[in-house]
T-cell receptor, first 113, second 111 residues
Framework: SAVISQKPSRDICQRGTSLTIQCQVD?????MFWYRQQPGQSLTLIAT?????????ESGFVIDKFPISRPNLTFSTLTVSNMSPEDSSIYLC??????????FGQGTRLTVV | AQSVAQPEDQVNVAEGNPLTVKCTYS??????LFWYVQYPNRGLQFLLK??????LVKGSYGFEAEFNKSQTSFHLKKPSALVSDSALYFC?????????FGAGTTVTVRA
């Protein structure tokens, strides 16, 4: 199993500003995943972050809006840039173990006002 | 592309009664199927998975799921539901290295 620490747990931000979310894993992992979840709804994959290479973004998500860093095998950050109220959501970090089981952070609940 | 569907937004059952949460899938090739649960204000937790082998898969908290290839289904079941099982349940399929989630089913177990 993996333990993921994600912070901040929640934030209220002004539109036009940026927020960086941190994700720390207690073991080394090759891939880290970032999801967005509207409250009570499904998860949508934003991007996959590999150490030493650029993140791979899903359709509808771009690097300028959601830049990702992956400086080592246990840490990643997701930045939500130039925020608007439509970015209000829960952002989740995830990793997988060797048996294809995914583990998730507690999430960051973002409200943009 | 691989996908899963959860046809029910909500499932309501009385405590002690059987609980079933439905999931159907669409894949090319052999499916890797999962169930996750999200309790209020908490992250997702892994319940169980099917990759190969026995069609009946047992998981955490007394849950099980049956893989049915002919019906392309992977329904989650629990013989006797508890109030503490009230949560949001997601079915998911693995496509290459990525997970695709269903819309989710909110389960409410009443005392």
């Amino acid at each position: 199993s993996a333990v993921i620490s994600q912070k901040p747990s929640r934030d209220i931000c002004q539109r036009g500003t940026s927020l960086t979310i941190q994700c720390q894993v207690d073991s080394q992992v090759t891939m880290m995943f970032w999801y967005r979840q509207q409250p009570g709804q499904s998860l949508t994959l934003i991007a996959t972050a590999n150490q030493g290479s650029e993140a791979t973004y899903e359709s509808g998500f771009v690097i300028d809006k959601f830049p990702i860093s992956r400086p080592n095998l246990t840490f990643s950050t997701l930045t939500v840039s130039n925020m608007s109220p439509e970015d209000s959501s829960i952002y989740l970090c995830s990793v997988e173990d060797n048996w294809a089981e995914a583990f998730f952070g507690q999430g960051t609940r973002l409200t943009v006002v | 592309a691989q996908s899963v569907a959860q046809p029910e937004d909500q499932v309501n059952v009385a405590e002690g009664n059987p609980l079933t949460v439905k999931c159907t899938y669409s894949v090319s090739g052999n499916p890797y199927l999962f169930w996750y649960v999200q309790y209020p204000n908490r992250g997702l937790q892994f319940l169980l998975k099917y990759i190969t082998g026995d069609n009946l898969v047992k998981g955490s908290y007394g849950f099980e799921a049956e893989f049915n290839k002919s019906q392309t289904s992977f329904h989650l079941k629990k013989p006797s539901a508890l109030v503490s099982d009230s949560a949001l349940y997601f079915c998911a399929v693995r496509d290459d290295y990525k997970l695709s989630f269903g819309a989710g089913t909110t389960v409410t177990v009443r005392a």
